[in-house]
């Protein structure tokens, strides 16, 4: 089992802002491609941009920020804005003396980065593999909490201009 990338002593159910990163398998193109510095969907891409909008249906606390369908990736702001949310970064000791990314894996509780990421690829998944069979996301996804204002434009930027700068991605192949 590959250890967890994630901070251990942080609720992933917290008020914040996380920068998402989600690939395919292989990073196999499934969701159209790059021409011209601009990212052309197809059928599968724009299931995927039409799922990520309706996250917030799904899940009400969920604000979007930038975001973009990539020919292999998807990168996307979540804001968890929930009213009355505890302390973001819990400090008392968890069950067992389990962190929160231990209790995680045995339970990741609605309301959590995961479940509506788990959801989203679900979702995604479900209608995809009716245009492709062979469509597969990579099982884990990369999360980045955001911490300041200065972090959050750098990283709207960033997905805003993916496209422009596709050959040098390093998801690029």
């Known amino acids: 089992r590959i250890a967890s990338a994630r901070l251990q002593n942080w609720d992933y159910g917290s008020n914040g802002a996380y920068f998402i990163?989600?690939?395919?398998?292989?990073?196999?193109?499934?969701?159209g491609e790059i021409i011209d510095d601009e990212m052309h969907l197809n059928e599968t891409g724009?299931?995927?941009e039409q799922f990520w909008l309706e996250i917030p249906i799904h899940f009400p606390f969920i604000e979007l920020g930038n975001?973009?369908?990539m020919p292999n990736h998807f990168h996307g702001i979540l804001i968890i804005d929930k009213i009355n949310n505890a302390a973001a970064i819990p400090t008392d000791p968890t069950p067992g003396n389990?962190?929160?990314?231990?209790?995680r894996f045995q339970?990741?509780?609605?309301?959590t980065i995961s479940s509506v990421l788990g959801s989203f690829k679900s979702a995604v998944s479900?209608?995809?593999?009716l245009i492709n069979k062979d469509f597969t996301w990579q099982s884990r996804?990369?999360?980045?909490?955001i911490r300041n204002a200065e972090s959050f434009e750098r990283i709207q930027n960033y997905i805003e201009n993916n496209p422009k700068n596709w050959k040098e991605d390093k998801f690029h192949k």
Not at 21 to 31: A, L, V
Not at 107 to 111: A, F, H, I, L, V
Not at 126 to 129: G, M, S
Not at 141 to 145: E, T, V
């Open 98 to 103: 389990k962190t929160f990314g231990q209790l």
């Open 141 to 145: 996804f990369f999360d980045h909490i």
């Open 107 to 111: 339970n990741q509780g609605s309301g």
């Open 67 to 69: 975001f973009q369908v």
């Open 21 to 31: 990163t989600i690939c395919t398998k292989n990073r196999m193109h499934y969701f």
């Open 46 to 48: 724009k299931l995927a």
């Open 126 to 129: 479900k209608y995809a593999h």
